[in-house]
């Protein structure tokens, strides 16, 4: 059974949707570039957002939706953060999951060839409610990867100290750094204490 | 619903039976023209999210083969015609030929051409093989059809096995305090509306009548399983202003 989309879903796929629509009516070559995916289905993830957004190629033209009957031809992985470089500089990024990956390939050539400003259609399109949750999503995940690299130090830390005695807990690193300066303040003073010894032989010795 | 074999609503009134086709042709001819528009002013534009919606539930694919029953000026159409590209087909039918008419016109002004076929056909009676759909949509068509359960039956009839049938329809508001609006603004605001811009303040006020005389969510949802889907369920949209309902042909 299908999850139901709900607005910000909907509002999303609208906004691609409408992108890809204006980027082939002011493409040159009018969207050819997507020829080699004619009746293909492509999966996107785009990180940080939940959901897959499905891109149908018809004659030219991308549509888009959050739903699909069966399997997507070829599954692809990629972030928001790389449409704005594919803008900036028409690179796109995507990792291929599965299906087929001469397809995988023909589409990100595809989004390379076709000039698309997504800053500003996301801004556009998509509004302040997805604008926010968005902006909510990627500080959350931010936010989620801080902790999970601190929970991760963390256990690692216990693991290592307690478990398999590989590092030294902080007590035993103070102790260690108090014994070693102990021993260089003793091994100065034997040292003092050798050079003492060494010019009072040499004062002994036989002139 | 009636009480009466041989009668059937037709808003709050009752009609012989064969009447009601001839006074919902009569209605719809006379709103042909200003549909689109009154569709836009009446829901605030909020019309274009349910069917949006309701595309994208659909999860059609390219290859698909879809009917698109009571698809008046096709938006849902122009959608689906879009999504199932050449390989597939879209089927725009209609009891009414003027709406099919304004449908077909729009659609080939916005070059939606190649993949789409028209037909005028009553929804009791679908002219189409058994199993011929992979999805079925009727969008605001089911309440101002006479016999709805021999509808359903021929949409399931239609349907290929593991399709989809989406009825897109008018519901029972499940917010009190919006209840209470919604009767005011339907029965005071909407015609008005409808004398305003399409200068036909009874066609609106039978659309107001008959949207309360349709099946409320759980009704219709029952119907579905009586006419043979093996699975049916349904989404309020605006709390129960529209409801989606979905059944599944295994």
Same mark, same amino acid.
Request: proline share 3%; hydrophobic share 40%; with cysteine.
């Given at each position: 059974?299908?999850?139901q989309?709900? *607005?910000?879903?909907? $509002?999303?796929?609208k906004?691609?949707e409408m992108a890809f $629509?204006?980027a !082939?009516?002011?493409?040159e ?9 004619e009746?293909?289905?492509? /999966?996107?993830w785009?990180?940080? !957002?939940k959901?897959p ?8 033209r991308?549509?888009t939706?959050?739903?699909?009957n069966?399997?997507a031809?070829v ?6 953060r790389?449409?704005r470089? *594919?803008?900036q500089e &028409?690179?796109? /990024? ?6 087929d990956?001469?397809? &995988?390939?023909?589409?990100?050539? $595809?989004? /390379?060839?076709l000039?698309?400003?997504?800053e ?5 399109y ?8 968005? &902006?909510?999503g990627?500080?959350s ?5 801080q902790?999970?690299k601190?929970? $991760? ?5 216990e ?10 807990t902080?007590?035993q ?5 108090k ?7 003793e091994?100065?003073k034997?040292?003092?204490?050798i050079?003492a010894?060494s010019n009072? *032989? ?6 | 619903m @009636?009480?009466?074999?041989n009668t059937?609503?037709f ?7 064969e ?10 001819d006379s ?7 009154? %569709?836009?002013?009446? @829901?605030?534009?909020?019309h274009r999210i349910?069917k ?14 879809v ?18 590209g050449?390989?597939?087909?879209v089927? +725009?039918?209609?009891? %009414?030929? @003027? ?21 005028i056909?009553?929804?009791?009676a679908?002219? =189409?093989?058994?199993n ?6 009727i969008a605001?068509g089911l309440?101002n059809?006479? %016999? ?6 021929e +949409? ?8 989809q049938? #989406?009825v897109l329809?008018?519901?029972?508001v499940?917010?009190? #305090?919006?209840?209470?609006f919604?009767?005011f603004?339907? =029965? %005071?605001?909407?015609p008005?509306m ?8 009874? @066609? ?9 005389m349709?099946?409320?969510q759980?009704t219709?949802k029952?119907? #579905?399983?009586?006419?043979? =889907?093996d699975?049916?369920?349904?989404i309020?949209m605006?709390e129960?202003?529209v409801a989606l ?6």
């Amino acid at each position: 059974m299908n999850k139901q989309p709900g *607005l910000v879903e909907i $509002a999303f796929s609208k906004s691609f949707e409408m992108a890809f $629509a204006a980027a !082939v009516h002011l493409d040159e070559m009018h969207g050819q570039a997507l020829s080699a995916l004619e009746g293909k289905v492509i /999966e996107l993830w785009i990180a940080p !957002v939940k959901f897959p957004l499905f891109c149908l190629v018809n004659q030219n033209r991308i549509t888009t939706q959050t739903v699909l009957n069966g399997e997507a031809d070829v599954t692809l992985k990629t972030g928001l953060r790389q449409f704005r470089v *594919l803008a900036q500089e &028409g690179y796109f /990024e995507a990792k291929y999951i599965r299906g087929d990956e001469v397809t &995988g390939q023909a589409f990100i050539k $595809a989004m /390379e060839s076709l000039e698309i400003d997504w800053e500003e259609h996301l801004s556009h399109y998509t509004g302040d409610l997805v604008a926010f949750k968005i &902006g909510h999503g990627f500080r959350s995940l931010l936010e989620r990867k801080q902790n999970t690299k601190q929970y $991760a130090g963390d256990t690692l830390r216990e693991y290592l100290q307690f478990e398999i005695n590989a590092l030294p807990t902080r007590n035993q690193v103070e102790h260690f750094a108090k014994d070693v300066q102990q021993t260089h303040a003793e091994v100065e003073k034997i040292a003092e204490r050798i050079q003492a010894l060494s010019n009072q *032989l040499s004062q002994i010795k036989p002139s | 619903m @009636s009480q009466n074999k041989n009668t059937i609503d037709f808003g709050f009134t009752e009609v012989p039976l064969e009447e009601k086709v001839k006074k919902v042709k009569g209605v719809f001819d006379s709103v042909a023209g200003n549909y689109d528009i009154m %569709n836009d002013v009446m @829901s605030m534009g909020i019309h274009r999210i349910w069917k949006r919606k309701t595309i994208e539930l659909s999860g059609v694919r390219p290859g698909n083969t879809v009917l698109d029953l009571a698809g008046g000026t096709g938006d849902l159409t122009k959608a689906f015609a879009k999504r199932v590209g050449k390989d597939g087909k879209v089927v +725009l039918a209609d009891i %009414n030929e @003027s709406m099919v008419r304004v449908g077909r016109d729009r659609l080939i002004n916005e070059g939606i051409v190649g993949n789409v076929d028209y037909t005028i056909t009553n929804a009791e009676a679908l002219g =189409f093989p058994d199993n011929t759909f992979d999805v079925a949509t009727i969008a605001f068509g089911l309440r101002n059809v006479t %016999n709805k359960d021999k509808a359903l039956e021929e +949409l399931y009839r239609v349907l290929k096995p593991g399709g989809q049938l #989406m009825v897109l329809e008018f519901s029972k508001v499940t917010q009190p #305090m919006l209840a209470k609006f919604y009767d005011f603004y339907s =029965f %005071n605001i909407l015609p008005k509306m409808g004398k305003l811009i399409a200068d036909d303040e009874a @066609s609106y006020q039978y659309l107001a009548e008959s949207i309360r005389m349709h099946p409320d969510q759980e009704t219709l949802k029952q119907m #579905m399983l009586d006419a043979g =889907f093996d699975k049916a369920e349904y989404i309020n949209m605006s709390e129960g202003i529209v409801a989606l309902h979905r059944g599944w042909k295994f």
